[in-house]
């Protein structure tokens, strides 16, 4: 009886044994899966040493040359915060709008800060971080121009940048107005300015900072879609990355230091609220 009692217990331990053994190989993630620690972008940016960030260079106050030919402005900030956060050096990758998504899936860059707006069909290919500015649109015009609102564009023309949702709100207006796309910000305003087209759409806070620099120029006074709310943008995923980023995001907020650099760089402070009330 005692063999039997004690062949049981061996056996009835090897099968315990056996289960914890199964079950901690069903918790550890593969290598390869994606999102893994191994494969994380935060893990990629500590070893290089170098957090890579696409911007928008031709987009002042979010990012320009200054005067010595260095990246500027309120994205670049940001970024600069990040990387000391971080102990990395940073790298700003001059990005326009129609490569933004582009860069992120090959790799050349590890995150864009670039006036993204989130949406449903950006996210069918890239994730997005909290929102970090909120913004509405209006209409970049010549003071004598005598366009007072989107209602005065019909039969004329409209300038959008290559890649951004402008031309899709613009289209949603349904006015009979003509769309003509350009390859950067910079090439839509030089196009007002010099009679190319009637007005430019573009982010309000964009669009004012660009009016205080020629006193030609005015923005309209209204919103002319819903309230867009813009984040960095990372490759679809990697969780661990997006985690790290959004907990970058509430601390600088916490801290009032985002409202700080708004401040900085649009002489106001920000107009809309991150969280909105539903």
Same mark, same amino acid.
């Given at each position: 009886?005692?063999f039997?009692?004690?062949?049981?217990?061996?056996?009835?331990?090897?099968?315990?044994?056996?289960?914890?053994?199964?079950?901690?190989c069903? %918790?550890v993630?593969? @290598? !390869?899966?994606?999102g893994?620690a191994?494969? @994380?972008?935060l %893990?990629?940016v500590?070893? &290089?040493?170098?957090?890579?960030?696409?911007?928008?260079?031709?987009?002042?106050?979010?990012?320009?040359?200054? #005067?010595?030919?260095?990246?500027?402005?309120?994205?670049v900030d940001?970024?600069?915060?990040?990387?000391? +956060?971080?102990?990395?050096?940073?790298?700003?990758?001059?990005?326009t @709008?129609?490569n &933004?998504?582009?860069?992120?899936?090959?790799?050349?860059? !590890?995150?864009?800060?670039?006036?993204?707006?989130?949406?449903?069909?950006?996210?069918?290919?890239?994730?997005?971080?909290?929102? $970090?500015?909120?913004?509405?649109?209006a209409?970049?015009?010549?003071?004598?121009?005598?366009? #007072?609102s989107v209602?005065d564009?019909?039969? &004329?023309?409209?300038?959008?940048?290559k890649?951004?949702?402008?031309? !899709?709100?613009?289209?949603s207006?349904?006015?009979?107005?003509?769309?003509q796309?350009f390859?950067?910000? +910079?090439?839509?305003?030089?196009?007002? #300015?010099?009679?190319?087209?009637?007005?430019m759409?573009?982010?309000?806070?964009?669009?004012?900072?660009q009016?205080?620099? !020629?006193?030609?120029?005015?923005?309209?006074?209204?919103?002319l879609?819903?309230?867009?709310?813009?984040?960095?943008g990372?490759?679809?995923?990697?969780?661990? /990355?997006l985690? $790290?980023?959004?907990?970058?995001?509430? +601390?600088?907020?916490?801290? %009032?230091?985002?409202? +700080?650099?708004y401040?900085? /760089?649009?002489?106001?402070?920000? &107009?809309?609220?991150?969280n909105?009330?539903?």
């Open positions: 009886m005692r039997v009692r004690e062949s049981a217990r061996f056996a009835c331990l090897f099968a315990v044994t056996g289960l914890l053994v199964f079950a901690g069903t %918790k993630a593969p @290598s !390869d899966q994606p893994a191994a494969d @994380s972008t %893990k990629q500590l070893q &290089r040493g170098t957090l890579r960030v696409g911007d928008c260079l031709t987009f002042a106050p979010f990012g320009f040359y200054d #005067k010595g030919g260095q990246p500027d402005g309120y994205d940001l970024a600069k915060e990040l990387a000391k +956060q971080m102990g990395v050096k940073l790298e700003v990758v001059n990005t @709008s129609a &933004r998504i582009p860069n992120l899936q090959t790799s050349k860059v !590890d995150v864009v800060f670039c006036n993204f707006t989130r949406n449903l069909e950006r996210a069918k290919e890239i994730a997005f971080t909290n929102p $970090y500015v909120v913004a509405s649109e209409l970049l015009v010549k003071k004598s121009s005598g366009i #007072k209602n564009m019909a039969d &004329r023309t409209i300038a959008t940048v890649g951004s949702t402008n031309g !899709d709100e613009v289209r207006l349904n006015m009979k107005v003509k769309i796309e390859d950067s910000s +910079q090439a839509a305003i030089l196009a007002v #300015k010099q009679g190319q087209a009637d007005a759409i573009e982010d309000n806070n964009f669009l004012a900072y009016a205080s620099l !020629d006193p030609n120029l005015t923005v309209t006074d209204e919103a879609v819903p309230l867009e709310y813009n984040a960095f990372v490759k679809a995923g990697d969780q661990i /990355w985690n $790290y980023l959004n907990l970058f995001l509430f +601390q600088i907020n916490a801290s %009032k230091m985002n409202a +700080q650099l401040k900085k /760089w649009f002489g106001a402070e920000p &107009r809309f609220p991150l909105p009330q539903y």
